[in-house]
């Protein structure tokens, strides 16, 4: 009985809206951007059904009211220290930021920092993933804690079989890993095929980084072909939980995404468009290592951000920020 009706809420979820998380990261880094309202609405008429938040913010939370998107609701890393020491401010955190809008905003995942490890705050972070989900459970709520990490956390990521996590994060992310294991929440990922790209163009091919339907395969690993590196990447990161004890653990990719300028290696709008439309009619069909298993994913980012530092740092958005596009993604091909 339970698994028929987990099935059925799994088959009315997905009629209805697609696959869940082709989510967009909304990131503020500018002094020019819309009121939230007006990008919420901008969300909704774009199709994109999910957003991921870096920090909280209660005008923004407000504006997500009613909205039916799915909200990623990070916390500051400067917030971090305090909330893995005081457990009244994490308290407080969730009376603030998640309390008031619990069943007006969907949260998916609260993530306790953002690429923290390894590094000075790496510490803090599973005790802050603990103390907010004591909170949250005093306060009757559940939303799933986690966190977020960059690919710096592989120690070795190549072929993807080899993926594991580095001699400096294993520390830190295995008590991460097993915590997140035992209430089968999954850990954040964020994945740079641009960065890999850029760094040395000469050598990875493009269409292979672009995730080009029609890429020959790059990489032949155990007989598996791989025609892209988004795959390679998130199959090294999967190859590394297995090995650290979170066989089976959920990966949710909460960012990536691909520059329209700023000068460096292959950062142009039509790679940025190719980038993007491959991602949203690729994820569902999920890894290599996870076929069929979708990957909820989250592009960074809304908007061209310029108080991010020069560069393509300040081109990674769908949209400028007088809400014009940038390039056109097409978020309803997530769902065929
Ligand atoms: C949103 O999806 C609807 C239904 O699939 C489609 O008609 C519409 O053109 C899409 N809007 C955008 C901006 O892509
Ligand atoms: C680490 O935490 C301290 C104290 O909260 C904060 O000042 C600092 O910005 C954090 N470091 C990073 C890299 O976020």
Not at 184 to 204: E, I, K, Q, R
Request: charged share 15%.
């Amino acid at each position: 009985m339970a698994l028929w009706v987990t099935a059925c809420g799994v088959l009315l979820c997905c009629s209805l809206s697609g696959v869940e998380g082709i989510g967009v990261n909304y990131g503020m880094i500018a002094d020019n951007l819309p009121s939230p309202e007006k990008v919420i609405a901008l969300y909704r008429a774009s199709n994109i059904t999910d957003v991921r938040l870096f920090h909280p913010d209660t005008t923004v939370l407000d504006a997500l009211r009613g909205s039916g998107l799915g909200v990623v609701l990070g916390t500051l890393n400067e917030d971090l220290a305090r909330l893995a020491s005081d457990a009244s401010f994490a308290a407080s955190w969730v009376q603030k930021y998640v309390q008031p809008f619990a069943g007006a905003v969907r949260l998916r995942y609260i993530n306790a920092g953002n690429e923290v490890i390894p590094g000075d705050n790496a510490s803090s972070v599973l005790p802050a993933m603990k103390n907010l989900e004591s909170a949250l459970r005093a306060a009757g709520l559940s939303v799933p804690v986690t966190t977020a990490v960059a690919t710096s956390v592989l120690g070795s990521s190549f072929p993807p079989s080899e993926g594991a996590f580095s001699e400096a994060a294993l520390p830190t992310v295995a008590p991460i890993v097993s915590f997140l294991a035992s209430s089968g929440t999954p850990m954040l990922v964020n994945v740079y095929p641009y960065f890999a790209y850029s760094a040395d163009p000469s050598s990875v091919p493009l269409d292979y980084a672009l995730q080009s339907p029609s890429a020959s395969a790059a990489v032949t690993d155990g007989g598996v072909a791989y025609t892209n590196m988004f795959d390679a990447i998130l199959d090294a990161v999967h190859a590394a939980l297995e090995k650290a004890g979170g066989q089976g653990l959920g990966v949710v990719v909460s960012e990536t995404g691909w520059p329209s300028g700023g000068g460096g290696a292959g950062a142009s709008v039509e790679n940025a468009a190719s980038y993007s439309n491959n991602l949203v009619r690729h994820v569902g069909h999920g890894t290599p290592r996870r076929p069929g298993k979708a990957v909820e994913t989250y592009i960074f980012a809304m908007f061209n951000e310029n108080r991010k530092p020069e560069g393509v740092e300040q081109h990674f958005g769908l949209f400028q920020p007088d809400m014009s596009e940038v390039y056109h993604v097409d978020f309803s091909a997530a769902s065929s």
